[in-house]
T-cell receptor, first 114, second 114 residues
Framework: GDSVTQTEGPVTVSESESLIINCTYSATSIAYPNLFWYVRYPGEGLQLLLKVITAGQKGSSRGFEATYNKETTSFHLQKASVQESDSAVYYCALGDYNQGKLIFGQGTKLSIKP | EAGVTQSPRYAVLQEGQAVSFWCDPISGHDTLYWYQQPRDQGPQLLVYFRDEAVIDNSQLPSDRFSAVRPKGTNSTLKIQSAKQGDTATYLC????????????FGPGTRLTVL
């Protein structure tokens, strides 16, 4: 079936250190997978961080990057130097260009140590 | 531009009681989604609409859950006879269209069934 698996949380990283949150997907019934990272900051609603519709492309936002790798079925989220304001829950999601639904991973809670 | 609004924000019920959740999407968004998010899990799609038509309700527990969007704007999700397993946050989202378009999420309704 279609599914998303991401790094089990919680994850704690020191400020200014690098970060990678792994995301792998299975898209057995989706002809044109799209990939997304959503984020929920404390006290706020779920919001889009970045998206990539085409395999091989990279998306970036707020210093975060993720590359859609069709060969390894991965969409890992990376940041070179995290800040305290990056503390949040991050969700990887798989979408179908021909349909509207999103399939979310379980979420990764990230805490940044000052 | 106003975001997606939901009400109520919280609900506490005894098993067997009914509850309705209301969602007002962003103006002009023709696609509306309802997700269920159990604690410490990612959102799981229940149903989505394009205008007033149900596109996919295959994950909606049809014996107790129902959802409508009669004029293609606001939507109501109803649980007829709540069970403890329904305890979760119910999220509404809307998008301009489907297929790679960003989904904008409301704040959610946190339901507790005792």
């Amino acid at each position: 079936g279609d599914s998303v698996t991401q790094t089990e949380g919680p994850v704690t990283v020191s400020e200014s250190e690098s970060l990678i949150i792994n995301c792998t997907y299975s898209a057995t019934s989706i002809a044109y997978p799209n990939l997304f990272w959503y984020v929920r900051y404390p006290g706020e609603g779920l919001q889009l961080l970045l998206k990539v519709i085409t395999a091989g492309q990279k998306g970036s936002s707020r210093g975060f990057e993720a590359t859609y790798n069709k060969e390894t079925t991965s969409f890992h989220l990376q940041k070179a130097s995290v800040q305290e304001s990056d503390s949040a829950v991050y969700y990887c999601a798989l979408g179908d260009y021909n349909q509207g639904k999103l399939i979310f991973g379980q979420g990764t809670k990230l805490s940044i140590k000052p | 531009e106003a975001g997606v609004t939901q009400s109520p924000r919280y609900a506490v019920l005894q098993e067997g009681q009914a509850v309705s959740f209301w969602c007002d999407p962003i103006s002009g968004h023709d696609t509306l989604y309802w997700y269920q998010q159990p604690r410490d899990q990612g959102p799981q799609l229940l149903v989505y609409f394009r205008d007033e038509a149900v596109i996919d309700n295959s994950q909606l527990p049809s014996d107790r859950f129902s959802a409508v969007r009669p004029k293609g704007t606001n939507s109501t999700l109803k649980i007829q006879s709540a069970k403890q397993g329904d305890t979760a946050t119910y999220l509404c989202a809307s998008s301009l269209d489907w297929g790679g378009y960003e989904q904008y999420f409301g704040p959610g309704t946190r339901l507790t069934v005792l």
